[in-house]
């Protein structure tokens, strides 16, 4: 992984843990494998609307996009590397 990566990487699970409001989680609690949904981060439907809701005004990525891709959400990765790949293409 690039340092440009690591950087996003880690920028985005900050913004993560402010969007879903886990207060008890820090960036280093996220690791970069972990499931968003069940035993990884333990997630629900709700957190995931507030995702594509926190991508739309961030990043400015319609929900049609996250909608045709719903495999972004298997873990960090997939939706960070999502993502930063999307708003790479923006700028």
Wanted: aromatic fraction near 10%; proline fraction near 2%; hydrophobic fraction near 35%.
């Amino acid at each position: 992984m690039d340092d440009a990566t690591a950087a996003f990487r880690q920028e985005f699970k900050q913004k993560l843990i402010t969007w879903l409001h886990l207060e008890d989680k820090t960036p280093d609690d996220i690791k970069d494998d972990d499931a968003l949904f069940g035993s990884g981060l333990g997630l629900d439907s709700l957190d995931a609307v507030e995702i594509v809701i926190a991508l739309k005004r961030e990043y400015n990525i319609p929900q049609s996009a996250v909608d045709q891709r719903r495999e972004i959400f298997t873990t960090f990765t997939t939706l960070s590397d999502f993502v930063q790949h999307y708003h790479e293409q923006q700028h």
